[in-house]
Each structure stands twice: as C-alpha cells, then as structure tokens.
C-alpha cells in the first residue's frame, strides 16, 4: 500500500506542468531519434546530457533532467520501430528484430498494421514492466545480484538455442551464419587478456571491433537495398498504402493476434532488461527467438508476422524500464544509454545503490511516476504520428532507394563519427547480399555479434573461478537448470533435422 | 565593372584583414567541436568524470565550442591511445587518462606509443584505492583478511578491471608481499566488479571509492585497507596500509591531455579552460564526494610527474612479469 501511495504521489509530481512539458519534449525528440537510422536512445541521451543543466537550474531539483533523459530513452524506443518497418533499416540497435517481420509486411501492403501493432506492444511492454519495477523493484535487484557469470553465459547460450530456429529449415547455413557472427564478434580488443585479435591488415579501424550497428544497417539497410533492385520484385512501383482513420481503427483490431508475442516479449524483456550487461537489443532478440520458436506457425516469421513484431517492440521498451533498476538499485548500467543516465545521476549529486530507494524518494518516485506518463505520451504520439510514417512509403522505389543509401551512410557516421566504419557497412552490405543470394541466413550472424561479446568473457571468467572445468554450468543452483533447458533446445532442432533427412531418404528409395 | 571587381577585392581583403588581427588577439580557440577521448567504456569512473568536465565546461561558457566525448574503450586503453595519436586535428583532440596511460605502451610495445608525446593540459585529480570485502565475508581487519585469504589460497578470488591494469598491480603487489595465492579475474568495469562482490559471487576487489560508495552507505561492502598515503576524509575509521607497515601506496591519475602533434598555443588554450575546470565549485563538490585527491598540475611539472609514474610502472610490471 506504501508503494501505491508513494506512486501516486510521484505520478502527480510527473505531472506538474514542467515535467509534463518535458516528458513531451523527450517523447518526441526520442522519437526523431530513434527513427533515424544509426542514432538511438544513447546518443539522443548523451548529446542531451549537458542541456539537463539547463533545465536543473531552472527547477533546482534532478528529477525534471531525468524525467526528460528518461523520456528520450522510451520515445526511441518507439521510435526505432518506425525505419525498421517503413524502410527496412533498424532505426536503432534496439530495433533490429522488428525489421524481420516488419519489413515483410510493409511490402505487402500491410505497414498500418505493423505500425500500430509495434506501437501498441511498445505501449504493453512499457506498462507492464512499469508495473514490476514499481512492485518488486527490491526483490528484483536481489535477483540481479544472484546473477554472476555463469549464470549470465548460461543465459546467452539460451539465446543461441533460440537462434538455431531463426535462420528457417537450413540447420547447417544457420550454425555457419551464426559461427561467421561469432568470429567477427572477436575482432578488437580481448577484454579478459587485453590481447589485440584479428586486426585485419593492420587497419586501426578494427582495433574497437566490428560494431553491431555498422553490420545492421549493411546488411538491413545496403543489403536489403541491393535485393530489391535485384529482384525487381517491387519494381520502380511503390507500395500501396491507404491512410484513413479507418484503417488505423482496423489495425488496432488486428492487435489481439499478437497477444502472445506482446506477452512473451514483456517480460522476457524486462527480464533481460535488469541483468546488467545486457540490455534492450539482446532483450528484443531473444523474445523474437523465443516467440517464434513457441508458435505454431513457425514458418510465417520472416514472413510478416504480427507477432514477430509485438514481440521484440514489446521487449526492447520493457527492458529498457528493466535496465534502469540496476542502475538505480546497484548503481550498475543495464544497457550503454543507463550508462550515460548513470553518469547523469552522478554529476547531479545523487548517489544510485541500494540506498537510493530510502535516501532519495522525492527522486525517485516522480521518476517512476513519469515513466507511466510517458509511456502514455509516447503511445498516443506515435499512434497520431502514423500516417505521416505511412507517407514516406507512398515513395517511388526509385527515390527511396538513394534515400535508403543516403540514411545508412549518414546513420553509419552519426552513431561513432568513424569512416572506416562507413565503408565497412558499405562492405557488410555487400557481402550480406551475396549471402543472400546464396540463400544463407544472414539474421543468425547479426544475432551472433550482439550476444557474442556478452557470452565470451562471461564464459572465459566463469572457467577462470572454476580452474576450466566446465561443471560449473551445471552444479549451481540458477545456472544449472538454464544451461540444461538449452541444450536442449539446441539439440531439438537438430534432431529432427536429422531424423527428417533419414525419413525423406527412406521415402525416397523405394 | 572595374570598380566593382576592385570592390569586391577590397571586401574581401578588408575581411582576411579583420580574420587575421582577430586571430592574433587570441592564440588558439576551437573552431569545431573538440573530440574528447575517453580511454574507458560508458558508466565507468573516467566516464563519468569525463562527462561532468564536459557538463562544467557546458554550464559555464567556458568554451565556444562543445566537447564531444567518445568512449574508446578496447584493450586497457590502447584503442584510445592509437585513436590519439593518429587524430587527423591534434588541436581539436583531447583525452581522458587513467593510469592505463603508462602501463598498455610499456605492454605493448608494438603499439609504438611514447605517452611523452602527449600534451599535457592538466591532472585534474588522483583517485584512491581500498580494498573491500562483503559484510558477511565475517572479515573485519586486513589481519584477518590476510589469513582468510591465505587459507583459502586460489579459492579467493579478486576481481578488478582489466587485465595488467590498476586492480591487478594492486592484487599482485598483495600476493607476493603476504605470501598470497589470491586468483584474479578481469571484468569490464570497476561498477560490475563492486557489483559481483556485493552479491558475493567474488570474495574482494580493490574498488575506487566511486564504484562502491552506493553499496558502502547500504552497508553491504567493507573498506579494510586504503592505499593512501593518508587517511581518507571519507573513511576516517579505514587505516592505511602503510600505517599497518608497509611503505605501499598507490594512486589513479585522472589526466586530460592533448593528442601528440598539439600546438603550443592550444596547448595553452585548453590548459586554461582545464584549470576553470578544475577551480569551479562542481569539480570541487564532486572531488570530495567521491573521496578524490591530488591537485592541479599542468606543462612541465606534469611531464616530470609521468615520468615518475613511467618508471615505477616499469618496476612494478616487470615484477610481476607481465613485461620482460
């Protein structure tokens, strides 16, 4: 009952006129963020950050910068939705996944339903994870402190599991796909020997690795580009789209279809979400693997399925609500955009651990007050904003095609102000689209990359504490029985591709 | 016609003019955004550093032009080393050091970096180590840290950041000066690290006062020992280790520097606006927060300062034999 009454108060602080005002701001300028391809919650956050200076010297306190902060942070992830469905570039890292799917349907005329769908899973996730912040925010950081590496590399190889089913029937060219993501996953600096690894030629530019972003907006971006204008499937045609009230009316009908992927998305990403090292791209990734391993209609991800996109839309805004309790709770970054609210926190005097909750309550209770208005705020924008998203597809192919180069070479430069990494995406778009033509998965690889860098040094310190002894997966408590169930789910597959292959070559022989 | 192309060459040398007297006036200012190197990842101790020295900066004009920070965090800082020394505008380059800045090129000569080369604008602090255990370790003195630890040999685990970096100096130092076989585990982060000893998945680490404050005002993490010359302000009841008999201690430098190749005139210019920095009442709030110290230093004294830190890190990796 405290808690609920300490909500209330904090809603109705969220709700003074400045912090409303800013929570709008925030929405919106999160949203331009997100959508724009390379760009997410973390530069919006970190460019933002001294601006916050500003607005504290108008309202003393740190609650307003940090409802604002806050509010980017949600807004781009509603907002990274909106590329990746319209034009097929993930407008955030974040977002990604929702590219499987929502790009399919945008092509088949379907983009209003996908667009409704990922703002109304986004809107669900928020909620819901709002709801177990509020109520279990304690309990919840003692769970993330009984997570050491075993446990977290127990929980990446879970996500691998979830991939093998990613890539469609081709068992073998999805283990290939995702090993090449995993070797260029190692590129750079080794976190645990502080050895440099596969500098190819020497070339600086790799000495901070193959970011996650330059390989998503080649390969969504250049190489999806590429296989349009191959195909011609789409021709100089452009997708027919009709915008009405109507219609945005019908596809919010169409939402009770994705109930499932929204819930599993929900809270496997705000799960995800509260694990330190994580984070919302991770989190998303896996609800899509997972909601698409649970279906009954497997084969219709990839396709433009509704559920493809409520699941990781659902997930990246639940845990991004998840990610910001270690940060409060342990003083801990979730994710890389909690990173920079945590430094936020820090310039502005307060102090994040476990004693935030008790000594700063005027701070905290505002903030979680304003996480549900935003929610809010950012659901209703970005529905109003729909047909004006809806628009850009109306676009000839053939001016949207320059326009797709353009964003992913602009988007490439803005996320790290590298060149190298520029051509590099212009390089990775290339070979995906080759790949591609080879019929070899390219999501498994891009999946890899993300979980790679997570999973290794998680595995290499987990062998360091046990002398290489690799029972140590096994013998503990909540290790154990995750390291298990995923196994098992890497050998399902497998087996029945195996067992399919012997039944066709027996049916084949007679 | 004439006249006016000697018009326009008029103007045009009227403006050059005005261009150069107001250029002499002042030496060196920025005429583009400054890239701030951060030689850590994001939420770390020089992160955060780095963007309240960017905030401080923000908050009182003192720049023109806005400091944009990039994390370079790969290998202990080489990343950032290489990122520096090969920036195209030495002029509009600055880094933010730790002591990564003397220890990865003695590792790693290959990367052919001289740190002498580097510009040195100021050395805004030096952050201090303690060790720390967790409240229900049932250890309570560095004594009895000592013979735990000794008994549980390579079953105690410390964890730090890094490999060969500043809580690995440390941990060596106290394995082969008491006779310990404590195991050493490298994390990203010195906040991941505080974080694995308070849910007790590590036995110690040597966390700067930052990265455990949160998790000492809860009570869950324990400060034995500080590696201080001094006793810290924020821990009047943590003896030193040298006050327990041994002449050790050992510091953070918290440096902004130039890329090598900086011009003296903005070399001149940033120290300046580093010394505003430092003098203004947020750096100051926040050095005693966060139980930082060291004062400013700058130019010559600076250099003689790194020296000194060269050659002692030389010693200490040798002893430990990460570098022959």
């Not at chain 1, 972003?213 to 011609?232: D, F, K, R, S």
């Not at chain 2, 400054?34 to 908050?59: H, N, P, S, T, Y």
């Not at chain 2, 040999?153 to 410390?158: D, E, L, Q, S, Y």
């Not at chain 2, 906040?191 to 700067?208: D, I, P, T, Y």
Request: with cysteine.
């Amino acid at each position: 009952m405290d808690v609920f009454i300490s909500l209330l108060d904090g809603i109705m602080v969220a709700l003074e006129p400045m912090n409303l005002g800013l929570a709008v701001l925030g929405v919106v300028v999160g949203l331009f963020v997100g959508a724009m391809p390379g760009l997410g919650s973390v530069n919006g956050v970190a460019i933002l950050l001294p601006f916050t200076f500003v607005i504290q010297s108008f309202t003393g306190g740190a609650t307003s910068p940090m409802i604002f902060l806050a509010a980017i942070y949600y807004g781009a992830m509603y907002g990274g939705a909106i590329s990746s469905i319209t034009l097929g570039i993930p407008g955030a890292s974040t977002a990604v996944s929702t590219t499987f799917d929502g790009r399919p349907m945008a092509l088949s005329g379907r983009a209003h339903i996908a667009l409704v769908a990922a703002a109304l899973a986004s809107f669900a996730g928020g909620t819901i994870s709002n709801i177990m912040f509020t109520g279990f925010a304690p309990i919840l950081a003692s769970v993330a402190l009984s997570f050491g590496d075993p446990e977290v590399f127990a929980l990446m190889l879970m996500a691998f599991a979830t991939f093998i089913g990613l890539g469609g029937d081709d068992i073998p060219k999805t283990i290939f796909s995702i090993c090449i993501g995993l070797v260029l996953a190692t590129v750079g600096f080794d976190i645990v020997s502080g050895e440099p690894r596969l500098i190819f030629f020497d070339i600086t530019g790799f000495s901070h690795g193959i970011r996650f972003l330059v390989l998503a907006i080649g390969v969504y971006g250049i190489g999806e580009m590429l296989w349009t204008i191959n195909t011609n499937r789409y021709g100089s045609s452009m997708t027919q789209v009709d915008v009405s009230a109507r219609n945005i009316i019908d596809a919010i009908k169409e939402f009770r279809h994705a109930k499932r992927g929204t819930l599993i998305g929900s809270f496997l990403g705000f799960f995800v979400g509260i694990l330190p090292a994580a984070g919302a791209t991770p989190g998303a990734l896996m609800a899509y693997g997972v909601a698409k391993l649970t279906s009954k209609d497997q084969s219709s991800f990839g396709k433009g399925n509704i559920n493809g996109i409520a699941a990781p839309e659902a997930a990246n805004n639940s845990a991004s609500t998840g990610a910001m309790l270690p940060m409060m709770t342990l003083g801990i970054p979730g994710s890389p955009t909690t990173a920079v609210l945590l430094a936020g926190m820090v310039i502005w005097g307060l102090q994040p651990g476990p004693l935030l909750f008790t000594n700063q309550p005027d701070f905290v209770w505002p903030l979680i007050g304003s996480f549900y208005i935003s929610n809010v705020i950012a659901v209703l924008v970005n529905l109003a904003f729909i047909p004006v998203f809806l628009w850009m597809l109306r676009m000839p192919f053939t001016i949207l095609a320059p326009m797709i180069f353009v964003l992913s070479l602009v988007g490439t430069y803005a996320a790290y102000l590298d060149m190298f990494d520029v051509s590099l995406m212009v390089l990775v778009g290339i070979a995906a689209f080759f790949l591609r033509i080879l019929d070899y998965p390219v999501a498994p690889a891009v999946l890899a990359i993300v979980l790679g860098p997570i999973a290794e040094p998680k595995l290499r310190q987990s062998l360091l504490f046990s002398d290489g002894d690799f029972s140590i997966f096994f013998t503990r408590p909540i290790a154990g029985p995750i390291t298990v169930i995923a196994l098992i789910l890497i050998l399902l597959p497998l087996i029945k591709f195996i067992k399919n292959k012997f039944i066709t070559k027996k049916a084949e022989q007679p | 016609m004439t006249f006016m192309k000697q018009l326009f060459i008029g103007l045009i040398s009227a403006t050059l003019m005005i261009g150069t007297m107001s250029s002499t006036a002042i030496a060196f200012e920025p005429d583009k955004p400054i890239e701030f190197i951060i030689m850590a990842g994001k939420g770390g101790g020089a992160d955060k550093m780095a963007r309240l020295m960017q905030a401080i900066v923000e908050k009182e004009n003192l720049s023109n032009r806005p400091l944009f920070p990039t994390n370079k965090s790969g290998g202990s800082g080489a990343e950032a080393l290489i990122a520096a020394k090969n920036a195209n505008d030495p002029d509009h380059t600055l880094m933010v050091t730790l002591n990564s800045f003397f220890t990865t090129p003695l590792r790693q000569p290959g990367l052919r970096i001289d740190n002498s080369t580097f510009a040195p604008i100021g050395r805004m602090a030096e952050d201090t180590f303690l060790l720390w255990v967790h409240k229900d370790s049932g250890v309570t003195t560095f004594a009895e840290y000592l013979t735990k630890a000794k008994a549980d040999g390579n079953k105690w685990v410390m964890g730090g950041t890094g490999r060969a970096g500043e809580d690995n100096i440390i941990t060596n130092f106290l394995n082969n000066e008491f006779g310990l076989s404590m195991k050493y585990i490298p994390y990203q982060g010195g906040g991941e690290v505080a974080k694995q000893v308070a849910g007790k998945q590590l036995n110690s680490s040597v966390n700067n006062p930052s990265e455990a404050l949160g998790f000492y005002e809860s009570g869950d993490l324990v400060p034995l020992v500080a590696f201080t010359d001094e006793r810290l302000p924020l821990f009047p009841n943590v003896p030193t280790l040298k006050e327990l008999g041994n002449d050790f201690s050992y510091f953070m430098q918290r440096a902004v520097v130039g890329a090598p190749g900086m011009s003296d005139d903005a070399l001149a210019y940033y120290t300046d606006l580093f010394t505003k920095v430092y003098q203004s009442s947020d750096w100051q709030d926040y050095k005693n927060k966060q139980s930082l110290m060291g004062e400013f230093m700058t130019g010559d004294e600076l250099r003689i300062y790194w020296d000194a830190q060269n050659s002692r890190h030389s010693v200490i990796l040798k002893a430990s034999g990460d570098i022959k």
